[in-house]
């Protein structure tokens, strides 16, 4: 038969001739057409999704925006609960083979930790490592009672001290107080450099030529985030994460009130609403607020002394991704990311400034510490600051989901932690790009909804906590400048604290 004239069509009823001819060609047939069709589908879905990346562009003008939405994932419900993927990356926190015994005799470092309880947490863990550094035995560190929190609690009363002690006790010598004999010897008091690194500190024990005992006053940012050798850093992991324990009762209520927070829905949120008076005096946020809420904060912040900047202008902090986000901003932004309204969410903090009910209104099962513990089971906590932060941070290194609204010291602390014990699910919202849609929302450019979602979705996909190396400074900050705005050892303790290592711990 020559009927068909072009190639093409030559070529294709010859080849179905052939298939016809046995049955292994009918199976090659099966193969390509299976074949087509994969990559049909695979180009048509390929279009599909740059349309949804189109859609996920910010709109730009004036023009409000109705996206159509693609159907609901299947696995959405899943996903929002899923820590992300690990990569086999784990906590390998014990020391090298180079790594030598205990050191420090009779030389001693006393030590007034200053801060609230994350900073003191961090700022311990790191003076351990200097003590080891310096070659001293380290004498258990006096705590901040004079901080924003007066909190009288010494440091006992916070954490486990025998186990601190014995747990460090192959790196460094820890005692519980200066042996008498030297509590009146003269001593160097020392206000340490901020961000020290290893020869800083070799330096700095010339000191013992002329004292037996060093004490410093300040503990926080007294050692730099990089360029430690591993060992010094993989110690600061241990002090911080596993020799700084909270003390036994704390421990044990925190367990407990975690378990009654899984209770209810089997899962939950711990959310860091950093909406609290001083954080909003302090960095001057008062989007959302009336003139008389606004004026109380700056008062607060003229007359604090160690607040050093006193004249703010808010839209300028706000637009810059400094302030923390509203209660009404995480409402709009946790419905956004598709928790359904039944989410336990747990307020990790103290007391809220104000407009609770803006985050409320969306999810009802928002709940504070004195909705979970007694009235009983909290006396024992009432005035003391640290101890109360110490069951938020359990609760919120156990949370199935942590949300930080600010990037403080707490934050910073249970990121990090959390990275730590397998990069548990932590999303760290884009403040400055979600001021951006908060203020479409408001002027009407965007609508709550489909729209909204994909938006505050896609700008979440990469801050869930997923192992990522830490950052240093950004490019063009140089010199001493970069030690402030390089991302926090404690943040992200990778690559020195996590590893693709065969061996747990
Ligand atoms: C550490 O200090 C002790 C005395 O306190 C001294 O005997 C020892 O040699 C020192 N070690 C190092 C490495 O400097
Ligand atoms: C604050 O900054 C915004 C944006 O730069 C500006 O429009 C506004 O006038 C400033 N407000 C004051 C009180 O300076």
């Not at 190396?469 to 010199?479: L, N, T, V, Y």
Request: aromatic share 10%; proline share 4%; charged share 25%.
């Amino acid at each position: 038969m020559k009927t068909v004239t072009t190639r093409g069509g030559s070529s294709s009823s010859f080849r179905i001739s052939s298939f016809c001819s046995n049955s292994s060609s009918i199976l090659r047939f099966f193969i390509l057409l299976i074949l087509f069709i994969f990559v049909f589908n695979f180009y048509s879905r390929r279009v599909l999704e740059d349309e949804e990346n189109l859609n996920l562009q910010l709109p730009s003008h004036n023009d409000v925006v109705s996206v159509s939405v693609s159907q609901q994932l299947p696995d959405d419900n899943y996903k929002l609960w899923k820590p992300p993927i690990s990569d086999g990356l784990r906590s390998c926190v014990n020391p090298t083979s180079r790594y030598q015994g205990v050191q420090g005799g009779d030389r001693y470092i006393t030590l007034r930790s200053n801060g609230g309880l994350n900073q003191m947490r961090t700022g311990i863990a790191d003076m351990v490592a200097i003590a080891r550094m310096m070659n001293a035995t380290l004498v258990i560190p006096e705590l901040d009672k004079r901080s924003f929190w007066q909190d009288k609690s010494i440091f006992s009363d916070i954490f486990d001290e025998d186990y601190f002690i014995d747990s460090l006790k192959r790196d460094v010598r820890i005692i519980k107080k200066l042996p008498y004999e030297l509590v009146n010897v003269p001593r160097a008091r020392k206000h340490f450099t901020s961000w020290g690194g290893l020869g800083y500190y070799e330096e700095m024990t010339k000191l013992w030529a002329d004292y037996q005992v060093i004490h410093v006053p300040k503990s926080d940012s007294r050692l730099a985030n990089n360029d430690l050798p591993l060992d010094i850093q993989r110690l600061r992991c241990r002090a911080l994460y596993h020799a700084l324990r909270f003390s036994p009762s704390i421990e044990t209520l925190g367990k407990k009130l975690v378990e009654r927070l899984r209770s209810r829905e089997g899962r939950y949120i711990s959310l860091h609403l950093r909406y609290e008076k001083d954080m909003l005096a302090f960095s001057g946020c008062t989007y959302g607020l009336s003139d008389s809420e606004s004026e109380d904060l700056r008062l607060l912040r003229e007359n604090t002394n160690h607040w050093k900047v006193k004249k703010i202008n808010s839209t300028e902090q706000r637009i810059a991704g400094l302030c923390p986000l509203t209660p009404k901003e995480v409402g709009i932004f946790l419905q956004a990311l598709g928790y359904p309204p039944s989410t336990v969410v747990y307020i990790a903090a103290g007391e809220i400034y104000a407009h609770l009910s803006d985050l409320t209104s969306r999810f009802p099962n928002v709940l504070f510490k004195d909705m979970v513990a007694s009235e009983e089971e909290l006396k024992v906590y009432s005035n003391h600051a640290s101890q109360t932060a110490a069951l938020d941070y359990i609760i919120s290194l156990e949370s199935d989901v942590f949300v930080p609204t600010y990037s403080g010291n707490m934050a910073r602390a249970v990121e990090g932690h959390r990275r730590l014990l397998g990069h548990r699910k932590t999303i760290t919202p884009d403040r400055k790009g979600l001021v951006e849609i908060f203020d479409k929302l408001e002027s009407g450019q965007l609508n709550e909804g489909a729209s909204l979602q994909h938006l505050v979705k896609h700008l979440h996909e990469k801050r869930q906590g997923g192992p990522r190396k830490r950052e240093g400074a950004p490019d063009g900050i140089r010199g001493r400048a970069r030690f402030k705005v390089e991302e926090s050892f404690y943040q992200n303790p990778y690559p020195e604290c996590i590893c693709k290592s065969k061996h747990r711990k």
